[in-house]
């Protein structure tokens, strides 16, 4: 499936995001696991994210209560809003998505074949 992430920019800390995951497979999307993840400057890609087909949902501890991820199967979309964004939230955003996903790794992105190109987001202090 062919992804397409949008909705990066420059905020200051203590504002808002919606990040937007696009996938061109309209028919079977629901069945997907799509996830979100991030490489801040000079570091790993690291997980934030992850909504399954049954729309159970995932986060990583940092973001907790601060990002909300969602899903419109109708849409092939799957969003994430980020609000009390902070500095260190500063990465490129990637999402990426996975039929087969084990529960236990979803979030190891070594587990998705398939990912969008990223996008920036710059939170200035």
């Known amino acids: 499936v062919q992804l397409q992430a949008s909705g990066g920019g420059l905020v200051q800390a203590g504002g808002s995001l919606s990040l937007h995951c696009a996938a061109s497979?309209?028919?079977?999307?629901?069945?997907?696991?799509i996830g979100w993840f991030r490489q801040p400057p000079g570091k790993e890609r690291e997980f934030v994210a992850a909504i399954r087909y049954n729309n159970y949902k995932y986060y990583e501890d940092s973001v907790k209560g601060r990002f909300t991820i969602t899903r419109d199967n109708a849409k092939s979309t799957v969003y994430l809003q980020m609000n009390s964004l902070k500095p260190e939230d500063t990465a490129v955003y990637s999402c990426?998505?996975?039929?087969?996903?084990?529960?236990?790794?979803?979030?190891?992105?070594?587990?998705?074949?398939?990912w969008g190109q990223g996008t920036l987001v710059t939170v200035s202090s």
């Open positions: 497979e309209r028919t079977t999307f629901s069945a997907y696991t």
């Open positions: 990426a998505a996975c039929r087969t996903c084990i529960l236990s790794s979803l979030r190891n992105d070594q587990q998705y074949p398939d």
